[in-house]
């Protein structure tokens, strides 16, 4: 199974919503990065939480770390349809900067 | 722009055919990562340099053959490859040194396998 799982895998919202999407994952960590991709697009990056923060900010993101239950959350606060794309979480297992991405969450921000 | 590129960004190619996928980075980092991404999986990381050295190699087949002749360039040698090969390739970049630095990736070339 797979270090990062993504929940929901989809989510509909509208335009001045917040949008919340989790990740889990199995082994420690060294850091937890959240990335995004616009269709037929590279990722993103967004943001970075190390294991020893439990919430990080960035504008309209918040990112929160539990490394207690092994599990992220990403917030969009008053979202926008130019939000809309598939947000990744990836964790870094401290090994020479590989990372171990999950599924991801396809965002849809409807006007 | 992120910083790294890729070409070609569209690839349609036989069985039979041989290509290379090419990266270039212009960020200064020391290490380069190639990615395959296919329809409702997540990422797979493929291979891994570190100033220069393969690091990691994710079991990949060996008709994916990967060059990187100096820390800016990553090349991806194809050949005899499948239809399951059919993905998007990605390429990304970083700084491991200090570690907690994110990976900046190139916008992937699409491969379609005939």
């Known amino acids: 199974s797979q270090q990062g799982e993504e929940d929901p895998q989809a989510l509909s919202i509208q335009e001045g919503e917040n949008a919340t999407m989790n990740c889990s994952y199995k082994t420690s960590i060294n850091n937890l990065q959240w990335y995004r991709q616009n269709s037929g697009r590279g990722l993103v990056h967004l943001i970075l939480i190390r294991s020893n923060e439990r919430e990080k900010h960035s504008g309209r993101l918040r990112v929160t770390l539990d490394t207690s239950k092994k599990s992220s959350s990403l917030l969009i606060t008053a979202s926008r349809a130019a939000d809309t794309a598939s947000y990744f979480c990836a964790t870094d297992l401290n090994q020479g900067g590989k990372l171990i991405f999950g599924q991801g969450t396809e965002l849809s921000v409807k006007p | ?114």
């Not at chain 2, 490859?81 to 699409?110: I, K, M, V, W």
């Open chain 2, 1 to 114: 722009e992120t910083g790294v590129t890729q070409t070609p960004r569209h690839l349609v190619m036989g069985m039979t055919n041989k290509k290379s996928l090419k990266c270039e980075q212009h960020l200064g980092h020391n290490a380069m990562y190639w990615y395959k991404q296919s329809a409702k999986k997540p990422l797979e990381l493929m291979f891994v340099y570190n100033f220069k050295e393969q690091t990691e190699n994710n079991s990949v087949p060996s008709r994916f053959s990967p060059e990187c002749p100096n820390s800016s360039h990553l090349f991806l040698h194809l050949h005899t490859l499948q239809p399951e090969d059919s993905a998007l390739y990605l390429c990304a970049s970083s700084q491991t040194e200090p570690s907690n630095q994110p990976q900046h990736f190139g916008d992937g070339t699409r491969l379609s396998i005939l």
